[in-house]
T-cell receptor
Framework: NAGVTQTPKFRVLKTGQSMTLLCAQDMNHEYMYWYRQDPGMGLRLIHYSVGEGTTAKGEVPDGYNVSRLKKQNFLLGLESAAPSQTSVYFC????????????FGPGTRLTVL | SQKIEQNSEALNIQEGKTATLTCNYTNYSPAYLQWYRQDPGRGPVFLLLIRENEKEKRKERLKVTFDTTLKQSLFHITASQPADSATYLCALDLDSNYQLIWGAGTKLIIKP
């Protein structure tokens, strides 16, 4: 099993550009999450999904959109990137509920100039 | 306001000693508390989960305590090794929604 994978690993954008981050898991997990991690701060939840076709807002959803068309994939989109979105983005999944262990991907380091 | 705090300063421990990391929180009533390890350039990896009605949980050289009165969890690594050097994150699970509340982490450095 590959677990949770994320693409790309690194990306540099100019302000106003758009991009999509892809998260894939091969563990048949129901729940998937997108977090951002900034220096000196805890992981902050952007959006999450409790199943295929469902998405919901987390703590910091502004400027991001998500889609979960297939159970194994969770996409995070930035429509018009801003320097404040420079961060490391992590995807995670859990089998059936939030009390389960969260399995994380390796992260995507995004820089917006 | 609601807060979760971990020591922001790095913790330097001599190899072989016990390392103790602290996670304090205010204005939450977590049902569970989880500890994760994060190495540079990698995603967090789950270590231990402790429930509100459990005082202590052990796994090999790791021990976690959970005091809901003090609103504090302690994470201990006994017989520490340089390979234990990493950042350790605590996360509160309120069991009332789908979110974990994360601390910023404490960097642990084990010196040989």
């Amino acid at each position: 099993n590959a677990g949770v994978t994320q693409t790309p690993k690194f990306r540099v954008l100019k302000t106003g550009q758009s991009m999509t981050l892809l998260c894939a898991q091969d563990m048949n997990h129901e729940y998937m999450y997108w977090y951002r991690q900034d220096p000196g701060m805890g992981l902050r939840l952007i959006h999450y999904s409790v199943g295929e076709g469902t998405t919901a807002k987390g703590e910091v959803p502004d400027g991001y959109n998500v889609s979960r068309l297939k159970k194994q994939n969770f996409l995070l989109g930035l429509e018009s990137a801003a320097p404040s979105q420079t961060s490391v983005y992590f995807c995670a999944s859990t089998p059936t509920s939030n009390t389960d262990t969260q399995y994380f991907g390796p992260g995507t380091r995004l820089t917006v100039l | 306001s609601q807060k979760i705090e971990q020591n922001s300063e790095a913790l330097n421990i001599q190899e072989g000693k016990t390392a103790t990391l602290t996670c304090n929180y205010t204005n939450y009533s977590p049902a569970y508390l989880q500890w994760y390890r994060q190495d540079p350039g990698r995603g967090p990896v789950f270590l231990l989960l402790i429930r509100e009605n459990e005082k202590e949980k052990r796994k090999e050289r790791l021990k976690v305590t959970f005091d809901t009165t003090l609103k504090q969890s302690l994470f201990h690594i006994t017989a520490s090794q340089p390979a234990d050097s990493a950042t350790y994150l605590c996360a509160l699970d309120l069991d009332s929604n789908y979110q974990l509340i994360w601390g910023a982490g404490t960097k642990l450095i084990i010196k040989p």
